[in-house]
């Protein structure tokens, strides 16, 4: 089993920024790929940006060039740094860990981008 535990949400303006930080523990396994999604009301859960144990990542194209995922392997720890925010990135923005034998989700970060 591997708990997610998720932290950064919040509120924020417009062109705002935030970081989300979202650490593995548990049964990690090697290699394995660690994301982030969002989840607006009423809207299915769409894909962020993810991140590979070698280091290549795949953004969403609505958030090419404003978010950056990174992680640190010896923490297991994924972070999202969302610059130039905009109301339509309000969403909870959920961690996302897979291997070759599971899939695990954390609890779920909201973030609000309002004036």
């Not at 607006?40 to 144990?53: C, F, M, N, Q, S």
């Not at 950056?68 to 392997?73: F, L, M, V």
């Not at 297991?76 to 959920?94: C, F, G, H, I, R």
């Amino acid at each position: 089993q591997v708990q997610l535990v998720e932290s950064g949400g919040g509120l924020v303006q417009p062109g705002g920024s935030l970081r989300l930080s979202c650490a593995a523990s548990g049964s990690i396994f090697s290699p394995n790929a660690m994301g982030w999604y969002h989840q607006a009301p009423g809207k299915e859960r769409e894909l962020v940006a993810v991140i590979y144990y070698g280091g290549s990542t795949n953004y969403a194209d609505s958030v090419k060039g404003r978010f950056t995922i990174s992680r640190d392997n010896a923490k297991n720890t994924v972070y999202l740094q969302m610059n130039s925010l905009k109301p339509e990135d309000t969403a909870v923005y959920y961690c996302n860990y897979r291997d070759t034998r599971s899939v695990h989700w954390g609890q779920g970060a909201q973030v609000t981008v309002s004036s």
